[in-house]
């Protein structure tokens, strides 16, 4: 992951490495963070992975918040806990809003502190009040 990531990062200055939540994902997220590669760490189901995840240097934790809807957990406020304790700590890391089921997702993400939302493209007219 390491290796890729590196290699990745040189394409462009904004690119940013998608790393997941696992322990072999955190030893490379604190690599790249050192190499000062940008990082999201994805698959993000708790806020004991997201704080890992940002002590570990990640730019970005993504939280998925449908996959916990679809299980029967509340997502949203699962941002709201990460949000809170990054706040708590004053941790650089941004938390990205992911698995966004419904346009209203994103309005509660936002309303939670949420610093990003990845958005399916058949919401985009639906929120633009474009047809």
């Known amino acids: 992951m390491?290796?890729?990531?590196?290699?990745?990062?040189?394409?462009?200055p904004n690119i940013v490495v998608k790393i997941p939540m696992s322990i072999e994902g955190l030893k490379a997220i604190r690599v790249l963070s050192e190499k000062e590669v940008a990082t999201n760490?994805?698959?993000v189901f708790n806020a004991t992975q997201a704080l890992l995840a940002a002590k570990a240097g990640a730019t970005y934790v993504s939280p998925f918040l449908g996959r916990l809807d679809d299980i029967g957990h509340d997502g949203m406020d699962l941002i709201g806990q990460i949000v809170t304790i990054f706040d708590n700590y004053a941790m650089d890391t941004e938390v990205l809003a992911a698995s966004i089921r419904h346009p209203l997702h994103v309005v509660d993400a936002?309303?939670?502190g949420a610093d990003?939302?990845?958005i399916p493209s058949r919401f985009w007219r639906r929120l633009s009040g474009t047809r």
């Open 2 to 12: 390491v290796e890729q990531g590196v290699r990745l990062s040189k394409i462009a």
């Open 116 to 118: 990003v939302c990845t």
């Open 110 to 112: 936002a309303l939670h």
């Open 41 to 43: 760490c994805t698959l």
